[in-house]
């Protein structure tokens, strides 16, 4: 099994982790504890959740499996009563996004767990690095979600530079094997994914969803770019990200009349809030990235962890074979 420094940073067996989808009553537990159990770090969003619901949703999570996994928050919102919550649970991983980790990387560490945060830009990086974090997601722009401007490919090296010896894992545009090997050689120690877990067989997405996905070329995935007159602000220490979305009229509408969107921001931000808590936020902005133009099946986690890590050592295989022969003395020949 491919198996990188990152992977006894985070209690794992395979460099992979799956990405928080949706909301966690979208999402499912299920997915979390799949992945988990196929040797992979498996990720719950607490989103919108309560303090009880993300005792509940440990809980459950817990009577599916025994093997790490991670709970995440972001900054858009950051309650700090769901922090407390997800404190007193100690997780094996706390994963944070979307904002500047601070002071709450000490509670992390006193609470046991490994502190896992999300950047987008190589300042942040730093950042995070300086205040104690244990590992780095680098976000590239192809990322469904809240992402920034840069792409994987030009962000990770830089990251990985700046942050050294920190375990760096690549975010964004990757949901095959060969994108797990590119990572790799751009010097991370592993990948995070999001878009291709949402269509596994236990994610509790939409059927829509999925389906929108299968058929989507990645072109379809755009930024929302009136996303500030939909959903409320980020909180304090709190990043200014975009997110990107499946085309649906919801966003080719605000897209294309920003003005308009603007003036109906208050409605427009209750519409919002309202599909987010009642399961339909996927027939508004099904939030996924550009690598749905490499999704073309729905599979159980486990086999497509399985897959993914066949795929990454094949294509590792493939390229080692194109490295220059060595002679006896052991130069290139020539």
């Given at each position: 099994m491919l198996r990188t420094r990152v992977c006894g940073v985070l209690g794992i067996e395979v460099p992979i982790v799956q990405g928080p989808l949706g909301g966690p009553w979208q999402q499912s537990?299920?997915?979390?504890?799949?992945?988990?159990?196929?040797?992979?770090?498996?990720?719950?969003?607490?989103?919108?959740?309560?303090?009880?619901q993300v005792r509940d949703d440990v809980r459950r999570l817990r009577e599916l499996t025994d093997r790490p996994f991670a709970l995440n928050m972001?900054?858009?919102?950051f309650d700090p009563e769901v922090f407390d919550a997800v404190i007193a649970e100690s997780p094996p991983v706390f994963s944070f996004a979307l904002g500047e980790p601070d002071d709450?990387?000490?509670?992390?560490?006193?609470?046991?767990?490994?502190?896992?945060?999300q950047v987008t830009t190589v300042e942040q990086a730093v950042r995070a690095a300086e205040a104690g974090v244990d590992v780095i997601s680098a976000q590239g722009t192809e990322a469904g979600g809240f992402c920034g401007d840069v792409s994987t490919m030009a962000l990770v090296p830089q990251?990985?530079?700046?942050?050294?010896?920190?375990?760096?894992l690549a975010s964004g545009g990757v949901?095959?094997?060969r994108g797990i090997a590119a990572a790799l050689a751009l010097g991370a120690q592993g990948v995070n994914i999001g878009t291709r877990f949402l269509a596994s067989a236990e994610c509790g997405v939409s059927d829509d969803w999925k389906a929108a996905i299968l058929s989507a070329a990645s072109q379809d995935?755009?930024?929302?770019?009136?996303?500030?007159?939909?959903?409320?602000p980020p909180t304090e220490g709190g990043y200014m990200t975009v997110p990107r979305s499946l085309r649906t009229p919801f966003v080719e509408e605000g897209n294309a009349g920003p003005e308009a969107a603007a003036a109906q921001a208050e409605a427009l931000r209750s519409k919002m809030m309202t599909s987010m808590r009642d399961g339909t936020a996927h027939e508004l902005i099904p939030l996924t990235g550009q690598t749905a133009g490499l999704v073309r099946d729905i599979v159980p986690a486990a086999e497509l962890v399985h897959r993914l890590i066949t795929e990454a050592e094949t294509t590792l295989r493939a390229l080692a074979g194109l490295a220059p022969a060595k002679n006896g003395a052991g130069e290139p020949p020539g």
């Open positions: 537990m299920r997915l979390a504890a799949a992945v988990s159990d196929a040797g992979a770090l498996g990720s719950v969003p607490t989103t919108l959740r309560t303090p009880a972001t900054r858009r919102p709450l990387v000490t509670r992390v560490h006193d609470a046991g767990a490994v502190f896992l945060q990251v990985v530079d700046a942050v050294r010896p920190l375990p760096v949901a095959d094997g995935a755009v930024k929302v770019a009136f996303v500030e007159h939909i959903l409320p």
